[in-house]
């Protein structure tokens, strides 16, 4: 068109082609505005139908992380990526938990649900394979029974068993995985797309009833006050969607148990059941404290009292026999799931010195396990000897790596010496000399 004041000719405003308005979409969001709804669903349905390229669903991410998504905003695209699959109907009211990831061995659902499926709680809980991690939910369930299935099968498992842990169908929030990678070639994970990314898979699954485990302290969350602010925002977006939500924020400044890697982790989660509580108090307590708030939010306690009721489940034997269960309707072999087998190669690594343990790192952590095969290596992994607090001889075992692999344990090893990912000290840190003081500018 022409200006008719200067004479020129200017770009129209308006684009030429569909690839030009997305484009112009995905600009506008860059520099801050908020989209529409109808905006929104047209660039998610471009990204599942593959008619975006990776450079401008990387524009759209980085437009999510340079400036945040409105509720409205978010509410719009999770709506948006649930309609990309299909919805599954469960017969009842359907209950789910889930962590937003962030700290290391939460292999707390393993726990959850079978207590509240032998509660009479309906929970067909979807989980996904570790991205950055040693080990995710289904990596860990794999190790003990099948975890992929077709939509109709999860109906029928659930029928038989209330509960049952399985990898998000690939027809469930399908566009999903086109955006995850993408995020992890960029190295970024938006809030808002996390959080869309999370409740589009719960829209599909129709649930009504969702605990969020936000770990606080952790490798996502740097503490409360964060916590607290991503809490009420997904319990209000959740109020959108005709979710009740409620969040839970706990301690993820350490693994949740002693161990990390599939194997080990399912070893670790079965010996908790089996010996009916008795073992790992951080991964019993967490378990038990986040069942319970989905049993009061069922009427099945008082509120504040689901906890108590959790544990007794527990205790009493019945959530050991529900996996069991479990584990059969989805392939496994219950027999087995004592004789679970870890990767062959091992090496202890040991403090030099008396004292306690000051800190513990749980990003080292999962960089050594990584290292060591996890989780494509389901054997691989690591023990810890303890947790901040803990006090430890000379000579007493900090961490035990696992491998399928020699090489891979060499390397692991050297990693291990390397990056020091749990420090001992004794109860004096530092000494101040009179010299030292000299120094003090104030």
Do not use: W
């Amino acid at each position: 068109m022409v200006n008719l004041q200067y004479g020129v000719e200017v770009t129209s405003l308006y684009p030429k082609s569909e690839e030009e308005r997305h484009m112009q979409i995905i600009k506008r969001r860059m520099i801050g505005e908020e989209l529409t709804e109808e905006e929104i669903s047209t660039l998610i349905t471009c990204i599942n139908q593959d008619q975006l390229n990776d450079i401008e669903v990387a524009g759209f991410l980085f437009s999510q992380q340079l400036h945040k998504m409105s509720v409205k905003e978010i509410v719009a695209m999770t709506r948006a990526m649930a309609e990309t699959g299909n919805k599954i109907d469960f017969p009842g009211v359907v209950n789910d938990k889930h962590s937003i990831g962030g700290v290391p061995g939460n292999k707390v659902t393993l726990l959850i649900v079978p207590i509240l499926a032998a509660a009479g709680l309906l929970i067909p809980k979807t989980c996904s394979r570790a991205i950055t991690s040693p080990s995710g939910t289904a990596d860990t369930m794999e190790v003990l029974a099948g975890v992929e299935f077709q939509s109709e099968e999860l109906v029928e498992m659930v029928t038989k068993t209330n509960g049952i842990i399985v990898e998000a169908n690939v027809d469930i929030s399908p566009v999903d995985p086109k955006i995850i990678k993408v995020e992890h070639f960029l190295g970024i994970n938006p809030e808002s797309m996390m959080i869309a990314s999370i409740l589009a898979k719960k829209l599909s699954m129709g649930v009504d009833n969702l605990v969020l485990d936000i770990p606080t302290e952790s490798i996502k969350v740097k503490n409360l006050e964060e916590g607290r602010r991503i809490a009420r925002k997904m319990v209000r977006i959740g109020k959108d969607l005709q979710i009740q939500i409620e969040a839970g924020l706990t301690y993820g400044g350490q693994p949740v148990g002693d161990c990390i890697g599939p194997a080990l982790e399912a070893r670790e989660a079965i010996t908790a059941l089996k010996t009916k509580g008795a073992y790992a108090d951080s991964l019993i307590e967490k378990s038990t404290a986040l069942a319970g708030m989905l049993l009061d939010m069922n009427g099945k306690t008082p509120r504040g009292q689901g906890k108590a009721l959790a544990r007794s489940i527990l205790t009493s034997g019945k959530a050991h026999s529900k996996m069991m269960e479990i584990i059969e309707v989805q392939g496994g072999n219950p027999k087995q799931s004592d004789e679970i087998s870890v990767g062959p190669y091992k090496y202890e690594l040991k403090t030099t010195k008396g004292g306690y343990i000051t800190q513990v790192d749980n990003l080292k952590l999962n960089r050594i396990a990584i290292t060591a095969g996890a989780p494509k290596d389901k054997g691989a992994g690591i023990e810890i000897g303890g947790k901040r607090g803990d006090k430890l001889k000379q000579g007493g075992l900090l961490l035990r790596i696992h491998a399928e692999k020699e090489k891979k344990l060499d390397r692991a090893v050297q990693m291990a010496k390397k990056i020091t990912p749990i420090l001992v000290h004794g109860m004096l840190l530092e000494r101040i000399t009179i010299t030292e003081s000299y120094t003090c500018s104030e």
